[in-house]
Nanobody, 115 residues
Framework: QVQLVESGGGLVQAGGSLRLSCAASGIIFRLYTMGWYRQAPGKQRELVAAITRLGRTDYADSVKGRFTISRDNAENTVYLQMNSLKPEDTANFYC?????????WGKGTLVTVSS
């Protein structure tokens, strides 16, 4: 059974930082591209950042220079370090694992940035 469990969300003031974690089980983690997505109220889910099994990263333009994705294959965990947070970053953040067109999703963690 595949499980992706996010943690680290919460309430933070604008300009602050949070670090999200996603612990994976039930998959061979090192073989998967891992991603962080977010969905704000009334908006579509969007890709925030992704990291391939080889460690190549990709970011949405809106978070470049502020967010950093990383992975620890020994711990089966992917992280999202979020700095200089803005109110428009407020959303539910979801972890995803992708390989060969198959996607698994976590249940999400809420990030709220107050102005």
């Amino acid at each position: 059974q595949v499980q992706l469990v996010e943690s680290g969300g919460g309430l933070v003031q604008a300009g602050g930082s949070l670090r999200l974690s996603c612990a994976a089980s039930g998959i061979i983690f090192r073989l998967y591209t891992m991603g962080w997505y977010r969905q704000a109220p009334g908006k579509q889910r969007e890709l925030v950042a992704a990291i391939t099994r080889l460690g190549r990263t990709d970011y949405a333009d809106s978070v470049k220079g502020r967010f950093t994705i990383s992975r620890d294959n020994a711990e089966n965990t992917v992280y999202l370090q979020m700095n200089s947070l803005k109110p428009e970053d407020t959303a539910n953040f979801y972890c995803a694992a992708e390989k060969g067109g198959v996607n698994y999703w976590g249940k999400g963690t809420l990030v709220t940035v107050s102005s």
